[in-house]
């Protein structure tokens, strides 16, 4: 038998002494030992009693009730019981997880692993390890895939480089090296990377060699994580050029950005004039905002008049973050030649921000215009773009704050808001107001207090950020803490989490006290298992919106909770009129905020239901959340694989009909209709 065994090094938190751990590769020749026959079946159904029982369990975190179910005779219910730990605190069970790793069915394995790595806990490391070693003589791969991993997600900067230095894994070993690419992946979501990591990711992007699913991740670490590239930038170069695939092509994009070569920018340019895939031409623009902007002026510019609107709204985007004042005015052109109103209002945003302050008739004129395309529009999104490119100019805070507090509209409200906090994080607040800057934090001071008088949602959570600004030290300003309490105290329950824990970090910063730890919601909200019932084993939800119709298939097996959810809310009639309140060019739309202001929720709020399962492709239907267990009504549908949601917001549903009708819709677009597909039962 052939293995290669490399050493890992000490393990720091366990005091274990000089801990020796084993990856280990198996290849052809070995016999795997005698096994008994043993049922591997595993059977989802979400009419099943115990599957029922135990997703009970999971939603009411009963920990120790979940631990018998790890040693049930049915492989599905331990399967089932290890899912369920994955979306909690699982670190009381990590002994338990670490025998389920010599389960004999390989599915079984691999959700144990998943739910070691959910812990973020070193102390599944030495388990998790032992488990790939001894998983190596069952000859299987979504275990030993499972394992590597969450070794990414609990594992130490040893570790990571012990991981990364394996090059034996062989072109046709796909679940091995998805599994290092994903381990080294997550590895770097924790801010832990190593230039052998580095280095072998750029390794794993060669079309020539690797699988499409494992050059994705390994696009997608370059792509995201502050490491060196300016190396690999002729590697880099040619991959990009030479791969043909959507999905990996973006992420090159990027991280070709980052290397800040001019072979780079050229190679970046030329590619933009050829393709045609709009998410590929959006990163693009991203990247180029890692070069002399006189570079990518022209290509910018051109960009603003691409038929495909995110594109057109992502060169505005780099416009606001790059463009030199001395171009300023002509954005402002731009902007009035009759340019669609959505790329319109950021042109008008970018001019205003950029602007030189010595052009002052320029400036009232922009700010003029703003104010009376406000006062002249009825949509409210168009209103709260119009009130941020007012917020470009910090004297404009008292008309911020006045429309803030007139307003029946909480998306104006809240964008209001969103303007007098950019105001805060003005660069050079000091030297903008000059002798009138201490008036004028008072101001602010005051202004962020009233508003979260108001207990609107989006009004406190926004303002009680802008009182820990870290441009601005509100605390001489503010001798109402004790007013702040009682309205902390006042704010609903789960409706408002997210405004709470906003508000309560803010009095404790401004009492000088240490950070407190998020509100934990607790259970309040059944899953209605007659409904999921009643609609079947996969539903279909079809949405009709502004631009179209898509169709969802819903996973009740996977995420019964954020299923029966989704359909309640659809039965409802609750998302009819709900518009797409968030759209990020080639990220996600996002949906279903009960005041369209992307703040606040229903009544109630459902749990977190992590799984393996990847958002890994577009069309991912996704639970928003503001942390763990606090889900409740918005969700959202991604344009591209986005691998860092992975394991941190429930997957429950796919596109299957009408993708095209995602990638066109815009912020501000409106679902009209929400219709229900029921399919049998199994």
Same mark, same amino acid.
């Given at each position: 038998?052939?293995?290669?065994?490399?050493?890992?090094?000490?393990?720091?938190?366990?005091?274990?002494?000089?801990?020796?751990?084993?990856?280990?590769?198996?290849?052809?020749?070995?016999?795997?030992?005698?096994?008994?026959?043993?049922?591997?079946?595993?059977?989802?159904?979400?009419?099943?009693?115990?599957?029922?029982?135990?997703?009970?369990?999971?939603?009411?975190?009963?920990?120790?009730?979940?631990?018998?179910?790890?040693?049930?005779?049915?492989?599905?219910?331990?399967?089932?019981?290890?899912?369920?730990?994955?979306?909690?605190?699982?670190?009381?069970?990590?002994?338990?997880?670490?025998?389920?790793?010599?389960?004999?069915?390989?599915?079984?394995?691999?959700?144990?692993?998943?739910?070691?790595?959910?812990?973020?806990?070193?102390?599944?490391?030495?388990?998790?390890?032992?488990?790939?070693?001894?998983?190596?003589?069952?000859?299987?791969?979504?275990?030993?895939?499972?394992?590597?991993?969450?070794?990414?997600?609990?594992?130490?900067?040893?570790?990571?480089?012990?991981?990364?230095?394996?090059?034996?894994?062989?072109?046709?070993?796909?679940?091995?090296?998805?599994?290092?690419?994903?381990?080294?992946?997550?590895?770097?979501?924790?801010?832990?990377?190593?230039?052998?990591?580095?280095?072998?990711?750029?390794?794993? $992007?060669?079309? +020539?060699?690797?699988? =499409?699913? *494992? @050059?994705?991740?390994? %696009?997608?670490? &370059?792509?995201?994580? #502050?490491?060196?590239?300016?190396?690999?930038?002729?590697?880099?170069?040619? $991959?990009?050029? +030479?791969?043909?695939? =959507?999905? *990996? @092509?973006?992420?090159? %994009?990027?991280? &070709?950005?980052?290397? #800040?070569?001019?072979?780079?920018?050229?190679?970046?340019?030329?590619?933009?004039?050829?393709?045609?895939?709009?998410?590929?031409?959006?990163?693009?623009?991203? %990247?180029?905002?890692?070069?002399?902007?006189?570079?990518?002026?022209?290509?910018?510019?051109?960009?603003?008049?691409?038929?495909?609107?995110?594109?057109?709204?992502?060169?505005?985007?780099?416009?606001?973050?790059?463009?030199?004042?001395?171009?300023?005015?002509?954005?402002?052109?731009?902007?009035?030649?009759?340019?669609?109103?959505?790329?319109?209002?950021?042109?008008?945003?970018?001019?205003?921000?950029?602007?030189?302050?010595?052009?002052?008739?320029?400036?009232?004129?922009?700010?003029?215009?703003?104010?009376?395309?406000?006062?002249?529009?009825?949509?409210?999104?168009?209103?709260?773009?119009?009130?941020?490119?007012?917020?470009?100019?910090?004297?404009?805070?008292?008309?911020?704050?006045?429309?803030?507090?007139?307003?029946?509209?909480?998306?104006?409200?809240?964008?209001?808001?969103?303007?007098?906090?950019?105001?805060?994080?003005?660069?050079?607040?000091?030297?903008?107001?000059?002798?009138?800057?201490?008036?004028?934090?008072?101001?602010?001071?005051?202004?962020?207090?009233?508003?979260?008088?108001?207990?609107?949602?989006?009004?406190?959570?926004?303002?009680?950020?802008?009182?820990?600004?870290?441009?601005?030290?509100?605390?001489?300003?503010?001798?109402?803490?004790?007013?702040?309490?009682?309205?902390?105290?006042?704010?609903?329950?789960?409706?408002?989490?997210?405004?709470?824990?906003?508000?309560?970090?803010?009095?404790?910063?401004?009492?000088?006290?240490?950070?407190?730890?998020?509100?934990?919601?607790?259970?309040?909200?059944?899953?209605?298992?007659?409904?999921?019932?009643?609609?079947?084993?996969?539903?279909?939800?079809?949405?009709?919106?502004?631009?179209?119709?898509?169709?969802?298939?819903?996973?009740?097996?996977?995420?019964?909770?954020?299923?029966?959810?989704?359909?309640?809310?659809?039965?409802?009639?609750?998302?009819?009129?709900?518009?797409?309140?968030?759209?990020?060019?080639?990220?996600?739309?996002?949906?279903?905020?009960?005041?369209?202001?992307?703040?606040?929720?229903?009544?109630?709020?459902?749990?977190?239901?992590?799984?393996?399962?990847?958002?890994?492709?577009?069309?991912?239907?996704?639970?928003?959340?503001?942390?763990?267990?606090?889900?409740?009504?918005?969700?959202?549908?991604?344009?591209?694989?986005?691998?860092?949601?992975?394991?941190?917001?429930?997957?429950?549903?796919?596109?299957?009909?009408?993708?095209?009708?995602?990638?066109?819709?815009?912020?501000?677009?409106?679902?009209?209709?929400?219709?229900?597909?029921?399919?049998?039962?199994?």
């Amino acid at each position: 038998m052939a293995i290669q065994i490399l050493a890992m090094k000490r393990n720091k938190l366990f005091g274990y002494g000089l801990f020796l751990l084993s990856f280990v590769t198996l290849y052809t020749g070995c016999i795997p030992p005698q096994e008994l026959e043993v049922i591997t079946t595993i059977d989802l159904d979400v009419n099943d009693s115990l599957f029922q029982v135990i997703s009970n369990l999971q939603d009411r975190r009963a920990l120790e009730a979940l631990l018998p179910f790890l040693q049930h005779q049915q492989p599905t219910y331990r399967y089932l019981a290890a899912r369920a730990l994955g979306s909690m605190d699982a670190t009381p069970a990590i002994d338990s997880l670490r025998l389920l790793l010599r389960d004999p069915v390989d599915e079984v394995r691999a959700m144990a692993a998943f739910a070691l790595g959910q812990t973020a806990n070193e102390a599944a490391l030495p388990a998790l390890i032992s488990g790939f070693v001894q998983d190596t003589a069952r000859r299987y791969g979504y275990s030993q895939r499972a394992v590597l991993e969450a070794v990414g997600k609990c594992g130490d900067q040893p570790t990571l480089e012990q991981l990364s230095s394996v090059t034996t894994y062989r072109a046709t070993d796909t679940l091995l090296l998805e599994g290092q690419a994903l381990g080294i992946y997550r590895f770097g979501l924790r801010k832990i990377t190593a230039p052998v990591g580095t280095r072998r990711m750029v390794d794993l $992007t060669d079309r +020539t060699l690797y699988p =499409a699913s *494992v @050059r994705l991740v390994a %696009a997608n670490y &370059l792509a995201r994580f #502050q490491v060196p590239l300016d190396t690999f930038t002729t590697t880099l170069v040619n $991959t990009f050029e +030479t791969t043909t695939e =959507a999905n *990996v @092509r973006m992420a090159l %994009a990027i991280a &070709l950005g980052k290397t #800040q070569r001019e072979l780079a920018l050229s190679s970046l340019m030329g590619q933009y004039a050829r393709e045609r895939d709009y998410r590929v031409k959006c990163n693009i623009i991203r %990247a180029l905002s890692n070069f002399p902007y006189e570079n990518c002026r022209n290509l910018v510019t051109e960009a603003l008049r691409d038929p495909n609107e995110h594109v057109a709204r992502r060169a505005v985007e780099y416009l606001l973050e790059n463009s030199d004042p001395q171009d300023a005015a002509q954005w402002w052109r731009f902007a009035k030649e009759g340019m669609p109103t959505p790329i319109e209002l950021p042109l008008y945003r970018a001019a205003n921000r950029h602007l030189p302050a010595f052009r002052v008739e320029t400036r009232d004129a922009i700010n003029a215009e703003l104010r009376l395309l406000y006062a002249g529009s009825t949509d409210e999104f168009d209103q709260a773009q119009a009130l941020l490119g007012l917020a470009e100019f910090p004297w404009n805070y008292r008309f911020l704050f006045r429309e803030a507090t007139t307003t029946t509209s909480p998306v104006v409200q809240t964008a209001a808001t969103e303007g007098l906090l950019q105001i805060t994080n003005y660069g050079n607040f000091d030297s903008f107001f000059g002798l009138s800057s201490r008036r004028v934090k008072r101001d602010l001071a005051s202004y962020f207090v009233q508003l979260i008088q108001t207990k609107a949602p989006g009004a406190v959570a926004l303002s009680a950020q802008a009182l820990r600004s870290e441009s601005i030290d509100f605390k001489p300003f503010v001798d109402s803490v004790g007013l702040l309490q009682t309205v902390l105290d006042a704010l609903p329950l789960p409706e408002q989490i997210e405004s709470y824990n906003e508000l309560s970090s803010t009095i404790s910063y401004l009492k000088g006290a240490a950070e407190p730890a998020p509100k934990v919601l607790a259970f309040n909200h059944p899953i209605d298992w007659s409904l999921l019932g009643r609609y079947g084993s996969q539903p279909q939800l079809q949405l009709t919106t502004d631009q179209g119709t898509v169709t969802l298939v819903l996973w009740p097996q996977t995420a019964p909770g954020s299923v029966a959810n989704l359909l309640q809310l659809a039965q409802e009639g609750f998302l009819k009129g709900k518009a797409f309140h968030r759209v990020v060019p080639n990220f996600v739309v996002q949906g279903g905020s009960p005041s369209n202001d992307a703040y606040g929720s229903m009544d109630y709020s459902i749990r977190s239901e992590w799984s393996p399962i990847s958002y890994d492709r577009a069309g991912r239907l996704g639970m928003a959340s503001a942390g763990r267990d606090t889900e409740g009504t918005q969700f959202f549908i991604t344009h591209s694989p986005t691998l860092h949601l992975d394991g941190r917001y429930t997957v429950f549903g796919q596109v299957v009909e009408g993708m095209e009708t995602i990638h066109a819709i815009q912020e501000g677009d409106v679902i009209t209709d929400a219709v229900i597909v029921p399919t049998a039962n199994k």
